[in-house]
């Protein structure tokens, strides 16, 4: 074999954490590779010591892309019109580690095809993988944030859009129907009345959405008087209690306080016994409880008698 070249840009490749490897072949035999200086920084071996592995570079490729080295090095000698080829593999350092490697090998062939000369190298590619699966989870995470984004507003377009019908029914009957009684009249804007707080309530809750998605809902704890803020919430219900003539009994002590933001506090009270009354008969009752349930927690109890919820939809 012939004095392999003395390769003076081997320094630019060792800032590239990266190595040469050339030879000069009839036959392919590994101890005829030769190896620049900086296969000892890439792979924790030296030339002369990957020479005398048992399967030369090929043992430090993990063995389960060993099988996709070797097709695809026969694919590329086999085309004798091709003169180059690039491969991703990872390999085993001497102390045990592993990491992503790019080759890229050229060749130079006599006029039958035949390799007569090869040429390669090895870069240590293991930050730019990393970084490229860091790239693609968060892709595929805002691909996910984005299609949750778009079944949301699928679902709100439906939940907005759905009650203005009706909404829009009633009150043209109200307009156009001079003769309706009284009763129906008031029947009519009662459900125009409660259809509205409750579009006007989704409405709330996709803003205070948007705000936390974007950061702009900021959260300010204080001490709150917990029976207070029951009863305070209670409050915004009389119009519907008194309507369907439901009763909401609080069994809460008045020495009990929590450290939260009001208003976040008081629109999941407000949702869990809205939603109590919502789907109660009329003539039921609703009670709300709360006590302490360990040292940091409070736990708030709604008990109703409504319709629930079926055992196929939970």
């Known amino acids: ?3 392999p070249l003395n390769f003076s840009i081997d320094e630019a490749v060792n800032s590239l954490n990266g190595m040469f490897f050339w030879q000069e072949e009839s036959e392919v035999v590994e101890s005829d590779v030769q190896y620049s200086d900086n296969v000892l920084g890439v792979t924790g ?21 060993r099988f996709y080295y070797k097709r695809k090095r026969d694919e590329f000698e086999k085309k004798l019109q091709e003169n180059s080829i690039n ?15 790019s080759e890229r090998i050229s060749v130079i062939r006599n006029l039958d095809g035949k390799i007569i000369r090869s040429f390669g190298l090895v870069l240590d590619v293991t930050d730019f993988v990393s970084d ?6 968060k892709n595929e995470e805002l691909e996910q944030l984005n299609s949750s984004k778009d079944d949301f507003i699928s679902i709100l377009s439906h939940d907005l859009r759905a009650p203005f019908t009706s909404i829009l029914g009633f009150a043209e009957i109200l307009l156009n129907e001079t003769s309706l009684s009284e009763k129906d009249k008031m029947e009519y804007l009662k459900y125009i009345y ?3 707080q409750n ?3 989704l409405i709330n809750y996709m803003l205070d959405w948007s705000r936390l998605q974007t950061g702009r809902l900021k959260i300010e704890s204080h001490k709150l008087h917990v029976q207070s ?18 009763s909401i009994s609080v069994n809460v002590p008045d020495a009990l306080y929590i450290e939260a933001d009001e208003r976040l506090a008081n629109q999941v009270i407000s949702n869990l016994l809205s939603n109590a009354v919502k789907f109660s008969n009329e003539n039921d009752s609703v009670e709300i409880s709360a006590n302490v349930y360990n040292n940091q927690l409070i736990e708030f109890i709604v008990k109703d008698n409504g319709v629930g919820i079926s055992e196929t939809n939970k």
Do not use: A, H, P
């Open 1 to 3: 074999m012939k004095e």
């Open 45 to 65: 071996f030296l030339g002369s010591e990957i020479r005398e592995l048992k399967d030369g570079w090929l043992s430090l490729i993990v063995k389960e892309e």
């Open 87 to 101: 491969l991703k593999y990872k390999i085993t350092k001497k102390d045990g580690s592993i990491i992503s490697v």
């Open 132 to 137: 490229i699966d860091k790239l693609r989870k």
């Open 194 to 196: 409660d259809s509205s």
């Open 199 to 201: 579009q006007l309530q």
């Open 229 to 246: 803020m029951v009863y305070n919430c209670i409050s915004y219900l009389t119009g519907v209690t008194v309507r369907k003539n439901i």
